[in-house]
């Protein structure tokens, strides 16, 4: 049983992280991520169609991945950490076939991930407008591995007639920490004016 002094000092500890969250804009290059200071630079991504503010830590994985995916479901592009407990992907879609409004893409998106996983539960979504009018289709959610649940964030959105769908993949237990902090980096994407 905890003493009154332990349940102050967890309560004063609650209060200055919950503060330090609330501080946390990636804008200044930095952000208190999971008791660290991340460092967030400005990535061209995607054949270099879009930017956006990424944690520096996230390096691409080439060619053989540790990552398991089906040879269907792989994306194109791949970045991880180190411990490759966070990760981050895109594809690119041919919008041939697909809708260009984002309202109907993000409610067929939503069907496509229930399919996939019949008993989710979403905890968000929503869709985002950067500044320069770009729209993203926002998904949030805890997805279930094995042993272990992470936090999945699917995002959408359209460039140069192609859709651009994403994910972020971090550990439940950094949810807390990391879901303002994508929303962030979504908001951070500017398209690359040819």
């Keep these: ?25 990636i804008n200044k290059g930095y952000a ?10 400005r990535t061209e991504l995607c054949h ?9 830590f996230l390096t691409s994985l080439e ?22 407990d966070i990760n981050m992907t895109f594809s690119l879609v041919e919008n041939e076939q697909l809708q260009t409004d984002i309202f109907k893409m993000q409610k067929q998106m939503q069907q496509d991930i ?21 729209s993203i289709a926002y998904f949030c959610f805890p997805l279930k591995i094995e042993e272990e649940t992470l936090m999945e964030v699917v995002f959408l959105f359209l460039v140069e007639n192609q859709w651009v769908v994403g994910t ?17 980096m979504l908001l951070s994407i500017q398209l690359k004016v040819c």
């Design 48 to 56: 270099k169609k879009f930017s956006m503010l990424t944690p520096a």
């Design 32 to 41: 208190e991520i999971f008791y660290n200071t991340v460092i967030f630079e």
């Design 168 to 184: 972020f993949h971090c550990p439940d237990t950094q949810k807390r920490d990391w879901k303002d902090i994508v929303k962030q």
């Design 63 to 84: 060619n053989d991945t540790e990552l398991e995916y089906s040879t269907q479901n792989k994306p194109e592009f791949i970045y991880v950490n180190e411990t490759m």
């Design 114 to 134: 229930k399919q996939m996983y019949p008993n989710i539960m979403l905890t968000e979504q929503d869709i985002l407008n950067t500044k320069d009018d770009v």
């Design 1 to 25: 049983m905890e003493s009154h002094a332990e349940e102050i000092i967890k309560i004063i500890h609650q209060q200055k992280k919950r503060k330090q969250l609330q501080n946390n804009d």
